[in-house]
């Protein structure tokens, strides 16, 4: 072994290579512990994610339009005395549209 300190990683921010360099051995192999234990659980989520958008999209109204995404609700909206449905979805703060067709075909 070396009498100088590892290298840290390039990418880890300055403030935690500060804070794990005035850790005692212990807290750092609490840490080590820690971080391993937090890796593996966010590496289960990205999964379990990844799965629940593959059953959405697998989910897909057949009449669904390429650019709605799947999570898009139909609504009527009533114009000029005619209702028409309404592909609805949000995007961020935005609630996007896009028409789908009568809600009476013969209109």
């Given at each position: 072994?070396?009498?100088?300190?590892?290298?840290?990683?390039?990418?880890?921010p300055t403030e935690l290579v500060t804070t794990l360099n005035e850790s005692n051995p212990e807290q750092l192999r609490d840490v080590a512990t820690y971080a391993e234990a937090l890796a593996?659980?966010?590496?289960?989520?990205?999964r379990l994610e990844e799965s629940?958008?593959?059953d959405a999209v697998e989910e897909r109204p057949d009449d669904l339009p390429d650019d709605v995404p799947a999570k898009a609700t139909i609504t009527i909206k009533e114009i000029n005395d005619n209702r028409y449905y309404y592909w609805q979805w949000r995007e961020g703060e935005k609630i996007r549209s896009e028409y789908k067709g009568p809600v009476n075909p013969d209109e």
């Open positions: 072994m070396s009498d100088e300190p590892p290298t840290p990683p390039a990418n880890l593996e659980h966010k590496q289960r989520e990205a629940a958008d593959q």
